[in-house]
């Protein structure tokens, strides 16, 4: 093989650039949950890094991306054997797409492939904060990586019923990744039940600075995301690059419109919240669009968005951090998108697929129709199976924390600490004696904050 170092060295470089998203995912997340309950949220992407890092090199990638002999079970899942974390005489093999070579090695395939069923993995853990056992995520996780993720990606990215049957298109994730991890948080949430004092009391975002610089790591690291898969850099990659920023600011300005409109103000938050909605759209469709229906399709994401997660309040359901109202419900937007507005002036793989351009460009409803049938699909699957795995966690080791933990806060139940000292440093007498200045009986009797009141 003749390594083709530029479109190995943007692979590799895309690769760090996924990784970092989910550190960037845990600042969102924890800048937007409660300040006693940070450091658990934090904590279970931190873990996804660590637990589906190890699953993925061990039979994650050969059932994703292996191919069987049989040509049947092929459409299901991928080889049991062909890249397990045992062999090694794939080290010097050239990834193929469309049975043309890419210059770019297997393993650099494989690293890039894991850091995407990283953060799915982790995407889910925002719907859940504040209550979720640690060791009761750890083995959703697992299960719902290995019975969800691995398929799933096996039938849209590597050979499966959903690309090579139905001929749905997915560039980046919008239903392997997005629509996947959100349609696993609704069936989570549901068996897992409302967080005390949901809805009534205030649950407002404790650290609104961390959710912006989530939000922009998030960004910054999306290009890695989408432009990467391409694999190879071309024509295609540069589209998808420009996408995902134009699709991105449009999904700010969408999301803070409505709240213009309907909430008098707009909010950093909102806006936070509004680029991540963008990012998720433009995800399925960055390489098959031009970049004008990208700013469209970012517009209806971020205002969509911005109405959707108001649903779980007339629905019933605490999805903490709204991953159902961005991530699902973008997913479908960004995913459907493709029948509208795919083009072969942008990528005429789409021809090599076997899939159809878009209804505006003449193409008809035809892909349209393959683009719902596959989000409908990986919906019902994920859901149903990411509820079953809840139910048996619940009913074996425990799903939930318990009461006086919520209460308390869960960083310090689960995991001995706590994300702020809010007491003064012990014998210090504080700022006023450090001066020389004995403090007053009123300065004396204060005491430090509760945690229980702190978040």
């Not at 904590?43 to 039979?59: P, Q």
């Not at 991890?181 to 609104?208: D, Q, T, Y």
């Not at 008098?264 to 970049?291: D, N, Q, R």
Request: charged share 10%; net charge negative.
């Amino acid at each position: 093989m003749e390594i083709n170092t530029g479109n190995t060295a943007w692979l590799l470089l895309s690769s760090a650039l996924v990784l970092l998203m989910t550190p960037g995912l845990a600042l969102f997340y924890g800048g937007l949950n409660r300040s006693k309950g940070v450091l658990n949220m934090m904590m279970m992407s931190f873990s996804a890094i660590g637990l589906i890092s190890v699953l993925w090199v061990i039979y994650g990638f050969s059932l994703a991306f292996g191919t069987n002999g049989n040509a049947g079970l092929n459409n299901i899942i991928g080889s049991f054997t062909q890249y397990l974390g045992t062999e090694t005489d794939f080290i010097g093999e050239e990834w193929l797409f469309l049975g043309a070579g890419t210059g770019i090695p297997t393993y650099v395939v494989l690293a890039f492939q894991m850091m995407f069923a990283i953060i799915t993995v982790a995407l889910i853990s925002g719907a859940v904060s504040d209550r979720l056992k640690f060791a009761g995520w750890l083995v959703f996780a697992f299960g719902w990586f290995t019975l969800v993720y691995v398929p799933v990606a096996h039938w849209v990215w590597g050979g499966g019923f959903i690309g090579a049957k139905i001929k749905a298109l997915d560039f980046a994730g919008g239903t392997a990744v997005h629509i996947n991890a959100g349609a696993a948080a609704l069936g989570l949430v549901l068996i897992l039940g409302k967080r005390i004092g949901w809805p009534k009391e205030s649950f407002k975002p404790h650290n609104v600075p961390f959710v912006m610089l989530g939000a922009g790591l998030l960004w910054f690291g999306w290009f890695g995301f989408n432009a990467g898969s391409e694999l190879t850099v071309d024509t295609t990659t540069a589209a998808a690059f420009i996408n995902t920023q134009v699709a991105t600011a449009a999904g700010v300005l969408g999301w803070i419109i409505v709240e213009w409109i309907r909430d008098g103000k707009p909010t950093l938050v909102g806006a936070s919240s509004g680029a991540v909605a963008g990012l998720v759209a433009i995800t399925p469709a960055c390489g098959f669009i031009a970049p004008m229906p990208a700013v469209l399709l970012g517009i209806i994401a971020g205002a969509v968005c911005a109405w959707a997660v108001s649903l779980k309040y007339k629905l019933g359901f605490d999805d903490s951090l709204d991953v159902v109202g961005v991530h699902f419900v973008a997913g479908w937007i960004g995913s459907l998108s493709i029948g509208f507005f795919a083009t072969l002036q942008v990528n005429s793989a789409i021809e090599g697929l076997g899939a159809s351009e878009g209804l505006f460009y003449g193409g008809g409803v035809t892909q349209l129709g393959r683009q719902a049938l596959a989000s409908g699909i990986v919906s019902v699957y994920s859901f149903a199976i990411a509820a079953v795995l809840a139910l048996a966690i619940k009913f074996t080791i425990g799903l939930r924390t318990t009461s006086e933990a919520e209460v308390d806060g869960i960083d310090v139940a689960e995991h001995a600490e706590s994300g702020y000292d809010l007491s003064p440093a012990a014998g210090s007498g504080g700022a006023f004696a450090q001066a020389g200045i004995a403090p007053s009986a009123n300065t004396a009797a204060q005491k430090p904050v509760s945690e229980k009141v702190a978040g």
